[in-house]
C-alpha cells in the first residue's frame, strides 16, 4: 500500500504532518501528528519515511525586484514564482534532511487537492480556500499551478470581486494562457453562485479523515505533490542523506536488536545468579541446622507420638470453625471485576462467641457491582446478616461509588456449599 507523507511548519513553532494511505477509492488520510521542531529523537525516528515539506511562500512576478529573487530558491522560467525566507529554508531543510525527498509551496493543496480528489476531472480550474484572516485563490492550468493570490477581507461575498480584479491582472502577464471559468471550492461551506463560473465543491472530508485545519490541509496537499510533481514548483529535491534512509533505518533497527539482546542476556545472567546464590545460602541454612540439631533428633522422636495427638485433637475441634483466610478467599473470588475491597473491619458478636461482625468498604464503577456483590455474599453458608450501608458517588471523582456494607461470619458451620456461582 503506497504511503505518503506531508509536513508543514506551523505558527505554534510545531511541525505537522499528514500521513495518506492509498484505498480502492482513493488517498485517506490515515493519521495526523504533530511534534515541537526541536524534537530531536521524533526527527530522527522518521526513519525510512520520504517526507515532502511545505513551506510558507510569497508569490510574485518573476520580473519583480532583486529582493524577492534573493528570496527565491527555484530555478524555473515562470511569470510567477513562489519566494521563501532561506533562514527558515535553511533550519528546516536541515532539520527533516535525513527524510527530506521534495520540498515545495505550501499552496499546494490548491491544485494536488482538487485534482487528486477523484471526483474533479478538470486540468485548469481556480481554486479557492477561505482560511481565518484571507482567500487564497490559486490559478490551475493544465494540472500545474501558476499562481498564488492572498486577497482579503476573507468575506464570500466578496470572492467574485477579488476574482474579476485577478482575472484582468492575469490577463495582462499570462497572456498567452486563458483564465479558467471554472471554480474548485475547497472545504467549508458551498458557495452559492459566481457569476460567469461553473461551480464545483471540494468536499476534503473523505480525503482528510474528518480532521478538518487549515494545516491538515496544507499537510495532505504537500504529501500529494510527489504523486504530480510536474503540478507544483519545487524548491528543492531529494537530499543525498535521504536517499540512503532505507539503509539507515535497517542500521538503527539493527543496532537497537542488538542493545536489547545485550540486555535480555545481561538481565537473564544476573537472575541465574541471583538464583543460584539463594539456592547456596538456602542449602547452607539447612546443613547448619541439621549439625546443630542433631544431638536433638532422638528426643524429637520420643516427642513425636505426644505431637501427633495434639495435632489430631486441634484438628478434631476446628474441622468445623470458618478461618478468616477462608472468608478472605471467598471474598476475593465472589468479587465482581470492577469493585474492590478497600478496608476490613471485626468485632466479636455480644450475644454469641461463634459469630464475629465485619464491616467492609471500597469503591465500584457503578452501583449495580455493590448489588452484585451483596447477592453474592448472601449465598455464603456461614455469612448471614449481609447489609448495606451506605451508597454514593465519590465526591472527587464521580465516575465511580464508595460503598460500606456489614455482615455477620459465623465461626462454626455444617459443612456445605460455598455459595460460588
Known sequence: MRTLYGVVPTEEGKYFCSTLCRTESGWSCRKTESWTMDNRLKNNLLLYRGVSLGLPSHWTPSRSSMEYRELRKIDEERDFVPATQPVPYDIHTRTLGNNLIAVVPDDAFLSTIPIQCGRFNEQSFVSIFRSSHAIKIGVVSKKSLLAVFNCAP??????????????????????????????????????EDIPGYALEHIDCAEILNGTFSEDAIKAAGVALSSEQPWSVPLFSGET?????????????????????????????????????????????????????????????????????????????????????????????????????????????????????????????????????????????????????????????????????LFCTLKLREKNGNTGKE
Open 154 to 191: 476573507a468575506r464570500d461575498e466578496l470572492i467574485p470581486a477579488h476574482i474579476a480584479r485577478l482575472k484582468q491582472y492575469f490577463r495582462s502577464s499570462y497572456r498567452h494562457v486563458p483564465f479558467p471559468d471554472i471554480v474548485a471550492v475547497i472545504g467549508g461551506e458551498p458557495i
Open 240 to 404: 543525498q542523506t535521504a536517499g540512503m534512509r532505507k539503509i539507515r533505518s535497517g542500521a538503527y533497527l539493527v543496532s537497537a536488536g542488538l542493545i536489547a539482546a545485550g540486555f535480555i542476556l545481561a538481565l537473564s545472567l544476573w537472575l541465574w545468579g541471583l538464583g543460584l546464590s539463594w539456592r547456596l545460602k538456602n542449602y547452607n541454612q539447612q546443613y547448619q541446622e541439621l549439625v546443630a540439631n542433631n544431638r536433638d533428633i532422638q528426643e524429637l522422636l520420643d516427642k513425636n507420638d505426644q505431637l501427633a495427638k495434639r495435632i489430631l485433637s486441634v484438628e478434631d475441634k476446628l474441622s468445623n470453625r470458618t478461618s478468616w483466610a477462608r472468608f478472605l478467599q471467598e471474598l476475593s473470588d465472589l468479587k465482581p471485576q470492577g469493585l474492590y475491597f478497600e478496608r476490613l473491619g471485626s468485632q466479636p458478636n455480644a450475644k454469641s462467641e461463634d459469630l464475629m461482625e465485619i464491616a467492609a468498604a471500597g469503591w465500584a464503577k457503578d452501583e449495580a457491582l455493590v448489588t452484585k456483590a451483596i447477592a453474592r455474599l448472601q449465598k455464603l453458608p456461614f455469612l448471614v446478616d449481609v447489609r448495606l450501608s451506605s451508597i454514593g458517588r465519590d465526591q472527587k471523582k464521580l465516575s465511580i461509588c464508595r460503598f460500606k
